[in-house]
Antibody
């Protein structure tokens, strides 16, 4: 069964760090461009970070640039998001999402999300 | 990057046609996708490459484009279609999501 499973969310104080993980199952992970997308409570979807299959290119939303870092390990079918200097407005459900190589402009696969809460 | 604007809510009666527009300056020159998200669930792709449906998505979902506006149409909306709907596009180095539309079927 094709699925993405996120982990690593939790409660952290402002200025702290957290690392999220996403594991892929049932598909060829290395064939997919991967992203993190977040959704603040009661709000819409916001794309956060992107990484190509070979990890050669990464892109970030302006709101997280310089604070977050995305990486992947295709041998372990895993995607990571290192989040530093966390702020209250980073509080959100974080989804990992996959886009097939041939059609990278939309997301075919979504995880169920992991909740990050930033609060003092 | 740029903004994609959607109306905040749409309401229809069961069996009616629901239309959900999405506008953005660059929409005329890029592929657009649509996602459905029900409460407590992750988004699901329902339309990609402007008007293609993934397998398993009912035929009542379709999309069209005119200028810088793309529109999701749900023909014969059902109670099960109550959800939030997001348009999405890719722009050079950014994925952009629309502001989202809550569809109520009552």
């Amino acid at each position: 069964q094709v699925q993405l499973v996120e982990s690593g969310g939790g409660l952290v104080t402002p200025g702290g760090s957290l690392r999220l993980s996403c594991s892929g199952f049932g598909f060829t992970f290395s064939d997919y461009y991967m992203s993190w997308v977040r959704q603040a409570p009661g709000k819409g979807l916001e794309w956060v970070a992107f990484i190509t299959p070979g990890s050669t290119v990464t892109y970030y939303a302006d709101s997280v640039k310089g604070r977050f870092a995305v990486s992947r390990d295709n041998s372990r079918n895993s995607l990571l998001l290192q989040m530093d200097s966390l702020r209250v407005d980073d509080t959100a459900d974080y989804f990992c999402a996959g886009a097939a190589k041939e059609t990278y402009w939309h997301f075919d696969l979504w995880g169920r999300g992991t909740l990050v809460s930033v609060s003092s | 990057s740029y903004d994609l604007t959607q109306s905040s809510s749409v309401a229809v009666s069961p069996g009616q046609t629901a239309t959900i527009p999405c506008s953005g300056d660059k929409l005329g020159g890029t592929y657009t996708a649509w996602y459905q998200q029900k409460p407590g669930q992750s988004p699901v792709l329902i339309i990609y490459q402007n008007n293609r449906r993934p397998s398993g998505i009912p035929e009542r979902f379709s999309a069209s484009s005119s200028g810088t506006t793309v529109t999701l149409t749900i023909s014969g909306a059902q109670a099960v279609d109550e959800a939030d709907y997001y348009c999405q596009a890719w722009d050079t180095d950014t994925y952009v999501f629309g502001t989202g539309t809550r569809l109520t079927v009552l």
